[in-house]
């Protein structure tokens, strides 16, 4: 499955997920990649899994992916997401149990 929601190009290497793209985000989502990687990431749907990222309850700033996200367990891997000490949730399976 590949990422078909929307994309909206911030500058030479941030793209945003708008959060009214997925129902119950709390921020946006933003991703860094260079045009030429924007497809690569796309290729799979881990766009998605930062924008479920920017669900989470108490979550600080954006949801944000590196250059290398791609497809993980329940954020993408490059995944990152700061959430508030006391309002946040703690997932520490978020990318995965290795």
Same mark, same amino acid.
């Given at each position: 499955?590949?990422?078909? #929601?929307?994309?909206?190009?911030?500058?030479?290497?941030?793209?945003?997920?708008?959060? =009214?793209? /997925?129902?119950?985000?709390?921020?946006?989502?933003?991703?860094?990649? @260079?045009? /030429?990687?924007? +497809?690569?990431?796309? @290729?799979?749907?881990?766009?998605?899994?930062?924008?479920?990222?920017?669900?989470?309850? +108490?979550?600080?700033? @954006? /949801?944000?992916?590196?250059?290398?996200?791609?497809? +993980?367990? #329940?954020?993408?891997?490059? #995944?990152?997401?700061?959430? =508030? #000490?006391?309002?946040? @949730?703690?997932?520490?399976?978020?990318?995965?149990?290795?």
């Amino acid at each position: 499955m590949s990422w078909e #929601g929307r994309l909206n190009k911030i500058d030479e290497n941030r793209w945003e997920i708008p959060m =009214d793209e /997925s129902a119950g985000m709390r921020t946006n989502a933003v991703i860094y990649a @260079s045009e /030429s990687m924007i +497809g690569q990431v796309c @290729s799979d749907n881990a766009p998605q899994q930062a924008a479920n990222v920017a669900c989470m309850p +108490g979550i600080v700033g @954006s /949801s944000m992916a590196m250059p290398d996200i791609h497809w +993980g367990y #329940g954020f993408p891997i490059g #995944g990152v997401a700061a959430v =508030d #000490g006391f309002a946040g @949730s703690i997932s520490p399976g978020g990318i995965g149990f290795d």
